[in-house]
């Protein structure tokens, strides 16, 4: 079963930058899946922030963080990374990385297998 877990959130001031790491453990490899980012304020519901293939050659963003956000991955570290620039405070929430198949357009969290625990981002001054 594959084990995933995020690292690199913290505090950081609006324009700021933060790059998560979301990291296989255990046995399984996250280097067959897509992985999707997804963030969840308080109060509101599970949102898909991003996806990338398993290849890397694919991926996708909300219209919330497009040309804000990259995502990337390294399949030698089995690590992908989400680098978060001008954050505002809106993106304060915590942030999951999950695994699927594949990566669509839509970044939906209910067709997602695997998940980790999640990792802390506040944005504020």
């Known amino acids: 079963q594959l084990q995933l877990v995020e690292s690199g959130g913290g505090l950081v001031q609006p324009g700021g930058s933060l790059r998560l790491s979301c990291a296989a453990s255990?046995?399984?490899?996250?280097?067959?899946?897509?992985i999707g980012w997804f963030r969840q304020a308080p109060g509101k519901g599970r949102e898909g922030v991003s996806c990338?293939?398993?290849?890397?050659?694919?991926?996708n963003y909300a219209d919330s963080v497009k040309g804000r956000f990259t995502i990337s991955r390294d399949n030698a570290k089995d690590t992908v990374y989400l680098q978060m620039n001008s954050l505002k405070p809106e993106d304060t929430a915590t942030y999951y990385c999950?695994?699927?198949?594949?990566?669509?357009?839509?970044?939906?969290?209910?067709?997602?297998?695997?998940w980790g625990q999640g990792t802390q981002v506040t944005v504020s001054s």
């Open positions: 999950a695994a699927r198949p594949f990566c669509s357009k839509t970044i939906y969290a209910h067709e997602y297998n695997y």
């Open positions: 255990g046995l399984a490899s996250l280097r067959y899946y897509a």
């Open positions: 990338i293939s398993s290849s890397g050659g694919t991926t």
